[in-house]
């Protein structure tokens, strides 16, 4: 369940940082709306996609078991199942709600934008730079985990995040608004 929790939260903090740059010359309303209209979209979309590939597997997993068996008996209505189904759909909503979760880090410097009066310029540097400061955290607990150097796990999540930022840019600006 981890790894769908750090998957949604980098896919939703990554594509919403990618709305939200491409949105750039729009009112901070409409790119709080297209962030977070975007994110809740992404997130259900991950639950969806989330639960229909476990429950596949799953479904493989216990048709292998029911042929490995000398008695074919119905494997669905035994307690195995039953805990397939359920990591089935907590998977698919750890997904999709990290995602979702995900996607409002980048959108926070906008919402205060609205609120305080802040420059959408500084609103962007700082959504980048949340979105980055994410991404770094979540290599590091993710180098933790893997027993990796958790410096070096961070550095790589971040520069991803750095990267995607610098093509979303490059495809802002070479796209006339």
Same mark, same amino acid.
């Given at each position: 369940?981890?790894?769908?929790?750090?998957?949604?939260?980098?896919?939703?903090?990554?594509?919403?940082?990618?709305?939200?740059?491409?949105?750039?010359?729009?009112?901070?309303?409409?790119?709080?709306?297209? /962030?977070?209209?975007?994110g809740?979209?992404?997130?259900?979309?991950?639950?969806?996609?989330?639960?229909?590939?476990?429950?596949?597997?799953?479904?493989? !997993?216990?048709?292998?078991?029911?042929?490995?068996?000398?008695?074919?008996p119905?494997?669905? !209505?035994?307690?195995?199942? !039953?805990?397939?189904?359920?990591?089935?759909?907590?998977?698919?909503?750890?997904?999709?709600?990290?995602?979702?979760?995900?996607?409002?880090?980048?959108?926070?410097?906008?919402?205060?934008?609205?609120?305080? /009066?802040?420059?959408?310029?500084?609103?962007?540097?700082?959504?980048?730079?949340?979105?980055?400061?994410?991404?770094?955290?979540?290599? /590091?607990?993710?180098?933790?985990?893997?027993?990796?150097?958790?410096?070096?796990?961070?550095?790589?999540?971040?520069?991803?995040?750095?990267?995607?930022?610098?093509v979303?840019?490059?495809?802002? !600006?070479?796209?006339?608004?």
């Amino acid at each position: 369940m981890r790894r769908y929790i750090f998957r949604g939260l980098i896919d939703g903090s990554l594509s919403t940082l990618g709305v939200i740059i491409g949105a750039q010359n729009a009112s901070v309303g409409i790119i709080i709306a297209a /962030g977070i209209g975007g994110g809740i979209a992404n997130g259900l979309s991950n639950i969806l996609g989330a639960f229909t590939a476990e429950k596949s597997e799953a479904e493989r !997993k216990l048709a292998e078991i029911q042929k490995a068996m000398v008695v074919y008996p119905e494997l669905r !209505k035994t307690e195995l199942y !039953k805990d397939m189904l359920k990591s089935t759909i907590l998977s698919g909503i750890s997904d999709g709600v990290s995602t979702i979760v995900g996607s409002v880090i980048p959108v926070i410097p906008f919402i205060f934008s609205l609120l305080f /009066g802040f420059d959408k310029r500084q609103a962007l540097v700082w959504s980048v730079v949340l979105t980055i400061a994410l991404l770094f955290v979540i290599g /590091g607990v993710i180098g933790r985990v893997s027993k990796g150097n958790l410096l070096v796990s961070g550095v790589k999540m971040a520069l991803a995040g750095i990267a995607t930022a610098i093509v979303c840019t490059l495809i802002e !600006k070479w796209i006339p608004t």
